[in-house]
């Protein structure tokens, strides 16, 4: 199962996640739309068996930024260690795609 949403307030975001999301991933997720309160945030999230993926691409017209935080997780344990996350800018995000593409 996969759903993508574009361009919504953090609060909105917020919303939608909250019960999509395992326990685990629930509170890093909420740290980082807390913090980009001017931010507007596009997302998917992929659930397949207990293997997530979410993806929240920040765009910030403010501060001019834009970053996509990526989460995962292979199982829904509720310990707070068991989930990667990584933040990769937009110019360092279309290197590694060009990269990618390449191969």
Do not use: W
């Amino acid at each position: 199962m996969e759903q993508t949403y574009k361009a919504m307030s953090s609060s909105q975001c917020l919303d939608h996640l909250k019960s999509e999301l395992p326990i685990n991933l629930r509170q890093p997720v909420m740290i980082v739309l807390e913090s980009g309160p001017d931010s507007q945030f596009s997302f998917f999230v992929a659930k397949l068996n207990y293997i997530y993926r979410l993806g929240l691409i920040e765009h910030n017209r403010q501060e001019n930024y834009t970053v996509c935080h990526c989460f995962s997780t292979d199982t829904i344990s509720t310990s707070e260690d068991n989930y990667t996350h990584v933040t990769i800018s937009l110019p360092d995000l279309e290197l590694l795609y060009r990269l990618a593409s390449e191969a």
